[in-house]
């Protein structure tokens, strides 16, 4: 098996928004989870000599990534010294139904699983991004998650509309193929 | 894709073009009621449309997230600087 390779100068091109998706699924700040993107790819940099390659970049960063998200919440947690009990009694007098379920069903608990699924179908399309070509990716991103307008995109990369459509064609196209492989 | 099988044509691209700009909610009525009655005769955009609309259902359920432009931006400069300075 060949043996893996380290190149930070690519790493923020490459690996920069699944790390970032990855985080924002686990602390829901967007500040914050900037921030540990930036510190895993600092301290990525400096033990890249203890980087054996037999991993890929990609797996290594995010074992550092999961280390420091687990250091911010028990830095956070540290703060307060404790975590936050939710209790939520049903004051309201009016609630119809069963009084015992009403206290039992936990609704902090029913989205859970859709939420891994969420995160994991998050982590497939930044894959599958990763595996376009860099201008395909970009402009793709930009329409369609970041929702900018296509002429704001225009105008920063310079292409012209049709130019941008021809490309977000190709880039639905090759996404849509390598999303069905792996969850459609 | 399977659209190798069928040809095709001019009009085809006229109709994948709009089934892309309705996914961003771009296209006019007149180009919706044109790619509606395309695609009660042709498979391949059928198919073309079907997967499209399965994207950007996945997207926008997955909430997935991506830094913006600066923010990639300043995190490349910080980074360069530190890289800079391992080098030496």
Known sequence: ?184 | MSDKNYKMNASCEKANHVCDKTQYNEASLWEKIKLSIHLLYCKACREYTHNNKKLTKAVKNSEVQCLDCKAKETMKEEFHAELEKQQH
């Open chain 1, 1 to 184: 098996m060949p043996k893996h390779q380290i190149d930070p100068n690519k790493w923020i091109n490459l690996y920069s928004d699944y790390l970032f998706n990855y985080t924002i699924s686990r602390v829901s700040d967007r500040d914050i989870a900037q921030d540990l993107v930036q510190d895993t790819f600092l301290a990525g940099l400096k033990s890249m000599k203890n980087f054996k390659g037999e991993a890929s970049e990609r797996t290594w960063l995010i074992s550092i990534l999961k280390r420091k998200i687990i250091d911010h919440y028990r830095k956070i947690n540290s703060n307060k010294g404790k975590a936050e009990v939710r209790m939520n009694y049903n004051s309201d007098t009016e609630s119809e139904g069963d009084w015992l379920e009403e206290r039992v069903a936990d609704p902090f608990d029913k989205t859970a699983e859709d939420s891994i699924q969420n995160t994991e179908l998050g982590d497939a399309i930044h894959n599958c991004l990763s595996k376009l070509p860099p201008k395909q990716a970009q402009i793709f991103t930009m329409k369609t998650i970041q929702g900018y307008d296509t002429e704001v995109i225009c105008n920063e990369l310079n292409i012209t509309a049709s130019n941008l459509w021809v490309i977000i064609h190709r880039a639905r196209t090759s996404l849509s193929e390598c999303l069905k492989e792996n969850w459609f």
